[in-house]
T-cell receptor, first 116, second 115 residues
Framework: DGGITQSPKYLFRKEGQNVTLSCEQN?????MYWYRQDPGQGLRLIYY???????QKGDIAEGYSVSREKKESFPLTVTSAQKNPTAFYLC???????????????FGEGSRLTVL | AQSVTQLGSHVSVSEGALVLLRCNYS??????LFWYVQYPNQGLQLLLK??????LVKGINGFEAEFKKSETSFHLTKPSAHMSDAAEYFC?????????????FGKGTHLIIQP
């Protein structure tokens, strides 16, 4: 079955350590996104990518980094510069096309990061 | 600034009662509108979307939403609530000519179903 796989589902790290969250999709989608979810805050866009080897900052990119070396993969690194990294992270993908089509995001199951 | 507002962080209804979740957006140009549902510790799933073809949009699980340009609203409704509808619901908007790609999400409404 096609879909988006995020790993790990739960992750605990000590303060000051970098952490990389994995996101793989087999939907053959061009666009991929990372969102951060905090209770009562909705989803906020961290980074997005529309093509291999290219990505753009979203609304809250500070303290995060990404890469897009393959179409299927879009890993997110939460660096030690991120002041408050404890959150639920969601990866999504979509096909490129009209704005309405781009809005049809397919989400992974999420990764919950807790910094101790 | 363009924004999405969901009225009520929590909505509680009895099983069998009408469900109404409110969403308003701020934009002078009608955007593309979406409703997503999220079950605990899972990703989001698309419920329905408005693309200007029809103002009343039907989605999955018996949900529907009506786009009202004059009220800049896109409220989500379901005639009869089921226990399985308990989840978090997000209104999302793709603004025309927006800067960054992706959607702008509301803060979500937690739907509670009372037996």
């Amino acid at each position: 079955d096609g879909g988006i796989t995020q790993s790990p589902k739960y992750l605990f790290r000590k303060e000051g350590q970098n952490v990389t969250l994995s996101c793989e999709q087999n939907l053959n989608h061009d666009a991929m996104y990372w969102y951060r979810q905090d209770p009562g805050q909705g989803l906020r866009l961290i980074y997005y990518s529309q093509i291999v080897n290219d990505f753009q900052k979203g609304d809250i990119a500070e303290g995060y980094s990404v890469s897009r070396e393959k179409k299927e993969s879009f890993p997110l690194t939460v660096t030690s510069a991120q002041k408050n990294p404890t959150a639920f992270y969601l990866c999504a993908s979509s096909i490129l096309g009209s704005p309405s089509v781009r809005g049809e995001l397919f989400f992974g199951e999420g990764s919950r990061l807790t910094v101790l | 600034a363009q924004s999405v507002t969901q009225l009520g962080s929590h909505v509680s209804v009895s099983e069998g009662a009408l469900v109404l979740l409110r969403c308003n957006y701020s934009s002078s140009v009608p955007p593309y509108l979406f409703w997503y549902v999220q079950y605990p510790n899972q990703g989001l799933q698309l419920l329905l979307k408005y693309t200007s073809a029809a103002t009343l949009v039907k989605g999955i699980n018996g949900f529907e939403a009506e786009f009202k340009k004059s009220e800049t609203s896109f409220h989500l409704t379901k005639p009869s609530a089921h226990m399985s509808d308990a989840a978090e619901y997000f209104c999302a908007v793709r603004f025309s000519g927006g800067g960054a790609d992706g959607l702008t999400f509301g803060k979500g409404t937690h739907l509670i179903i009372q037996p």
